[in-house]
């Protein structure tokens, strides 16, 4: 029965996505009468696609932080832990600097922007100052926990539930009470996402539409060039390096991972949110594709926090683009400052929607560019930033997979299993064994 049950709820979010699509974009072509406009898009589909998305944020923290500390506890020998942080890292870098090295390649083919008369916009941008890389390593240490967790700050929450971690490991008999608290809040949680989870298709159904009902299609027209060499980009990453690393580095079907994808790739698609998806890619990650909760517990929230491969893919065309419409010409050097600014931006950059608008500041002023530029994408990011989260989420999922591999800490048969990973059959695996009388 677990398996149907996994199927049922694939297929109720995909047509709720379908369904969205098509009444969204009805609505923005036939337009909305006042009281449609008040009640409907902006009244019911808003009001229950923002309820959706807070539920999933409400769950993060807790499911991280518990879920961390209950995967550092399950590693003996912290060495481990140091060998896996290192090598999901050193994957999430390289997978980005490849991202943005595939976006520039292509957009220096394609060369979109030429031609654009940039005097049609009347819109303006206005970017923020990244803070110094010296402040960043100083902001990894929380200086009140609860307070990083009030803000949804991952990197603080991962820095203290990793000590608290360790702590709980290295302090013998009392560590393994507060152990068997987490142990059991952990299977508590679970539950609370698979409430969640079965009210999916209506909020993936709710933000579909209203993002189109919003936006349309008529913004694609005037920026087809761009929308189309960032969108080709983004899946030649989901869909060529991915597969290529899985295959190479861990010799695993490249076909089964992608079809295990589609629960968080459309969570993903929908909330245009990395964080908010963490509790979906958690599951998936563990019980659909068999990678044990020491490793996924912190490659995933790792990998939602500083593995943003299609939002640096969308600065590398966005760059060339606003390059083209001003027509300024970059150097081989421009574009090696590129890949390694954008590269490095992605660490510790907010895993919500349009993150990438603010950080594309940084890479633009880094070769010369306006930032005033920005204004021109702005009216289509919001699509494109549903599709560069998909992205974004899958190469969490693709890195955790690799790394357990690597630490002979995957379950094949588990992977392999194309029925593996209800919600069900999930959270009794997690009960722990019912204490002695």
Known sequence: MAAPESHRLTRQIVIAMLAG????????????????????????????????????????VPLVLVSLVVGVTALSDLKALGR????????????????????????????PGQGFDAG??????????APPLTQVLIDLVP????????????L?????????GIAITMSGVRGKHVLNLFTDLNVVIMH????????APYGVFALISRTFATQGLDLLLPLAAYFLTLTAALAIQLFVTYPLLLRLLASLNPLTFLKKMRDPAAFAFSTASSGATIPVTLHTVEYKMG?????????????????????????????VFIANVYGIDLSLTDYLLVVLTATLASVGTAAIPAVGLVTLTMVLGQVGLPVEGIALIIGVD??????????????????????????????QAVFDDPEAGSVEAATRHVLPPHPAA
């Open 21 to 60: 699509i098509v009444l969204g974009v009805a609505i923005n072509q036939l337009g909305a009468a006042p009281w449609m406009q008040n009640f409907v898009v902006d009244g019911l589909l808003h009001v229950v696609g923002s309820v959706f998305v807070a539920a999933l944020k409400m769950m993060v």
């Open 84 to 111: 896996i942080g290192a090598k999901a890292l050193a994957l999430y870098l390289s997978t980005t600097a490849i991202a943005v090295t595939i976006a520039l390649t292509l957009a220096g083919v394609v060369g």
């Open 120 to 129: 049609e916009t009347q819109a303006s941008f206005a970017g923020k100052e």
């Open 143 to 154: 200086t009140n926990p609860v307070a990083a967790m009030a803000e949804g700050n991952m």
């Open 156 to 164: 603080q929450v991962i820095v203290f539930a990793l000590l608290l």
């Open 192 to 199: 609370m996402v698979e409430w969640i989870m079965r009210l």
């Open 291 to 319: 990678v044990k909760n020491s490793v996924a517990s912190f490659s995933v929230p790792l990998g939602a926090t500083i593995n943003m491969d299609g939002t640096a893919m969308m600065q590398g065309v966005a760059t």
């Open 382 to 411: 919001r699509l494109l930033d549903m599709m560069r989260t998909t992205v974004n989420v899958t190469g969490d999922c693709a890195v955790s997979c690799i790394v357990a591999r690597s630490e002979n800490a995957l379950d």
